[in-house]
């Protein structure tokens, strides 16, 4: 079975552009959820698709959106860029939910110049 | 608040010692997940239990719900187990303000040939 992918893997943005990442769980898991990976913060909870809605969001201002497809794709969308927004994004696909094992992609490392 | 408390936050062992990670988890949680990071940025999950032990391999997880605690036991180490280990807890429910993985800090592995 094929793993959670993300696309693109790295990605180096300007200050005030935006930036759509994807990504793809595996086939049958309903749930993805993002997170944001910073070297102070850790891994931080965004926010959580399933069956194209949004289920739950973390404390995130509203420049961070997201969007599930019915073949439960998600893309994050993160608008007027800020250079501390500079971090490593991570989906991960599950069943159901959070209560499910979690399935991890590799990553989005956008760098906001 | 739900929170997840890790210990130690670095950690040095020699090849061959064994290794115990810690986990503490306030109430609201309904199973613990190990998961492990190498460089690079992957996550893998290692294990999700809500009860008991399991083991894979030199790996071994387990859980006390009455003391809220819980241990990653890494037998007979070996420098490729050199990562950063990260628990979370997982929520009582689906979706909701409460309905997402709340993550330790991690603890960083190093260990030396």
């Known amino acids: 079975k094929a793993g959670v992918t993300q696309t693109p893997r790295y990605l180096i943005k300007t200050r005030g552009q935006q930036v759509t990442l994807s990504c793809s769980p595996i086939?049958?898991?309903?749930?993805v959820s993002w997170y944001q990976q910073t070297p102070g913060q850790g891994l931080q909870f965004l926010f959580e698709?399933?069956?194209?809605?949004?289920?739950n969001k973390g404390n995130f201002p509203g420049r961070f959106s997201g969007r599930q497809f019915s073949n439960s794709r998600s893309e994050m969308n993160v608008s007027t860029l800020e250079l501390g927004d500079s971090a490593l994004y991570l989906c991960?696909?599950?069943?159901?939910?959070?209560?499910?094992?979690?399935?991890f992609g590799p990553g989005t490392r956008l760098t906001v110049t | 608040k739900n929170e997840v408390e890790q210990s130690p936050q670095n950690l040095t062992a020699q090849e061959g010692e064994f290794i115990t990670i810690n986990c503490s988890y306030s109430v609201g949680i309904s199973a613990l997940h190990w998961l492990q990071q190498h460089p690079g940025g992957g996550i893998v999950s290692l294990f999700m239990?809500?009860?008991g032990k399991k083991k894979h391999g030199r790996l071994i997880a387990t859980i006390n719900i009455q003391e809220k605690h819980s241990s990653l036991h890494i037998t007979a180490s070996h420098p490729r187990d050199s990562a950063v280990y990260i628990c979370a807890g997982g929520p009582t429910n689906y979706g909701g303000s409460q309905g997402n993985l709340i993550f330790g800090k991690g603890t960083k592995l190093s260990v030396k040939p």
């Open positions: 991960a696909s599950s069943l159901a939910g959070a209560r499910d094992e979690q399935y």
């Open positions: 086939s049958g898991h309903r749930s």
């Open positions: 698709y399933f069956s194209e809605t949004q289920r």
């Open positions: 239990l809500s009860s």
